[in-house]
């Protein structure tokens, strides 16, 4: 039994899971920190779970967080936020919306947002006396200019989201009060307020900083920008005029300051959290997961390790020889090991084997479309050969060599450690099959930059679920155009599954759309699925709270999924 959709057109969990954001490269999943005595979580995996720390809240301090990357801009529009970026930027701006505990969208910038009947238009209300870092107030007009002269605007990054999910305009009703436009229904809509596109900023000091607004992000987070040294550190301030207070009253945030600082080698990261370089650090990797733990076991160190709906895959661009043959990625499928990519990454014990989209735990999941995942659970050689070989001798195959000769690929990776021996466990795996695997390293920019521009035959890539089933199998299916349609695979069947998706509040009705749409999946096979992502956030025990983060009325929110680092409730224990 599935719970009746809620007012707003979902069920309960129904528009749970967060970004669907161009994510990078890894293969990683994971539950969450529970502040007991030995520091670690009490979970059931795969799990999810805010944690709200007792005790009485410090105010004064500052905390250093090591981060996995450098971030190019904090610029709504121009900004391409993954999970180091997202932490910085949730300290900075407010979403507009965030996913509960529960997974349930909830408006936290936003008092409210509400739909029409169609679902073709959506009324945010804005909270009163909300000011930017810079003394200007929050209102819809503000709100509206971002739209047309930032967002909405030649040469955004976010225009194409916005233009996915049918947006075509803003039109101010009060002062705070704002309508965004669709051009149809789109039942998934408040999804992509989650993001950059729901962070209000300050226009009035983007135009004033002109080609360098960018690196001098003005919002009205818990934090306002003081200095960015870019590859060293970036530091935010306490804002002192900052529109929450705590359950007791109290004003947020209870820090005096936070210093961010890019730290890529997940070595250097957790040597740094060991030293005391660093107060608190995330990590995607198993290996460095499985020490944050035992640090935290040890004593003075707690891990907040979670599950959300992020997996490691191979995606295939589908319109290149040989993978543009099903039969060929079939045989991919069926010749994978699950649990071999688990080891080889250190993720076993960590993580579940995925099949689809969504983890176990998602109200989206389906055992129908598991059960149905070629491969699952457990590989079978024999038949990926018998397809190979089909293919081989097939005197029309699609990359134009001669019957007989044997398929070759080139299967692109980044030159990090763990996803090398990955892709030679891909390239054995695959070569049992009779498929000869040329592995290519590529820097983890040009990878991205690579399949955007469909350069690409196979890569390995990072797949995240965290959000609403419309948006994320949208951007992943809908147009070939799509920058985020990364395999240029398309299919009838999926475009109507996708229609219902996006007009239908029904949850049943989109559960069967979801299950429809793997089961397509599953008979094409644009990517294959190796295994969940486990993220943790380790930190020194004296920093309190990072994941018992609050909505306003003092529901809790989601705490750390995908490493992501909220500080507007954390505190130094001194």
């Known amino acids: 039994m599935h719970p009746a959709p809620s007012p707003a057109g979902r069920r309960a969990p129904a528009l749970a899971r967060l970004l669907a954001l161009l994510a990078t490269i890894a293969l990683v999943a994971v539950a969450c920190g529970n502040g007991a005595d030995d520091g670690v979580a009490d979970i059931d995996r795969p799990g999810t779970g805010p944690v709200r ?40 701006y ?55 002269e930032y967002l909405f605007v030649e040469g955004s990054n976010v225009q194409g989201t ?24 789109n039942a998934a809509f408040p999804d992509i307020l989650r993001g950059i596109i729901g962070m209000p900023f300050s226009v009035e000091a983007a135009r004033a900083a002109g080609d360098d607004a960018g690196a001098n992000p003005v919002g009205t987070g818990p934090f306002a920008f003081e200095s960015w040294q870019r590859d060293s ?77 992020e997996a490691g895959v191979s995606i295939m661009n589908t319109t290149v020889p040989p993978v543009d043959d ?67 001798n097939d005197p029309d195959r699609s990359d134009g060599r001669p019957a007989g000769s044997p398929v070759e ?26 498929i000869e695997v040329r592995l290519n390293q590529v820097e983890q920019a ?12 196979v890569n390995c890539w990072r797949q995240s679920g965290e959000s609403d089933p419309f948006t994320l199998l949208n951007g992943a299916h809908g147009a070939v155009d799509n920058p985020t349609n990364f395999t240029n695979f398309v299919h009838p069947d999926i475009d109507e599954a996708l229609e ?30 190796g295994v969940g992502t486990p993220t943790t956030v380790g930190a020194h025990d004296r920093v309190r709270n990072l994941a018992g983060w609050t909505f306003p009325d003092g529901t809790l929110g989601r705490g750390t999924p995908q490493g992501l680092i909220r500080v507007v409730e954390a505190w130094l224990d001194r």
């Not at 999910?165 to 704002?178: A, K, Q, S």
């Not at 080891?343 to 989206?364: A, I, K």
């Not at 559960?511 to 294959?528: K, R």
Request: charged share 25%; aromatic share 10%.
């Open 94 to 148: 407010d979403p507009l919306v965030i996913l509960d505990g529960e997974g349930e969208i909830r408006p936290y910038l936003a008092e409210s947002i509400e739909p029409n009947d169609e679902l073709d238009r959506w009324t945010v209300r804005l909270r009163d006396g909300v000011t930017f870092h810079d003394g200007t107030p929050l209102t819809a007009q503000v709100q509206a200019e971002a739209f047309d």
């Open 53 to 92: 720390d007792g005790g009485d809240p410090v105010y004064g301090g500052t905390i250093t967080v090591g981060l996995e990357a450098e971030t190019n801009s904090f610029l709504p529009g121009e900004a391409s936020l993954a999970i180091s970026g997202s932490t910085i930027a949730h300290a900075i």
């Open 326 to 392: 099903r039969r060929i990625r079939l045989a991919m499928a069926w010749a994978g090991d699950h649990e071999s990519v688990a080891r080889v990454l250190g993720d076993d014990g960590l993580v579940p084997e995925t099949t689809q989209w969504f983890s176990p735990d998602s109200p989206w999941y389906s055992e129908r479309v598991a059960e149905a995942y070629p491969g699952y659970p457990e590989r079978d050689v024999e038949r990926a050969r018998e397809l190979v070989e089909d293919y081989v």
């Open 409 to 434: 690929i080139e299967y692109n990776c980044p030159p990090d450690p763990s996803l090398i021996e990955v892709a030679q466990l891909v390239q054995a795996l695959w070569g049992e099959a009779g």
């Open 233 to 309: 550190q970036l530091v935010v301030v306490r804002n002192e005029d900052y529109w929450r207070s705590d359950e007791s009253g109290n004003p947020l945030p209870y820090l005096d300051s936070v210093v961010f600082r890019p730290i890529p080698d997940e070595e250097t990261r957790l040597a740094a959290l060991a030293t005391g370089d660093v107060d608190v650090m995330h990590s995607l990797r198993g290996s460095f997961i499985k020490q944050v733990e035992e640090m935290a076991e040890a004593g003075g160190y707690v891990s907040y390790l979670m599950t959300s709906n």
């Open 162 to 185: 916005l233009l996915t999910n049918g947006v075509t305009g803003v039109e101010v009703i009060d002062e705070l009060t704002y309508t965004y436009v669709l051009s149809g229904p």
């Open 446 to 457: 040009a990878h991205i930059q690579n399949a955007i521009a469909g350069d690409y035959m």
């Open 500 to 529: 219902v998706l996006r007009t239908s509040a029904d949850f049943d009705e989109r559960f069967a759309a979801v299950e429809q749409i793997h089961m397509v999946l599953n008979e094409e096979m644009p990517y294959t699925w």
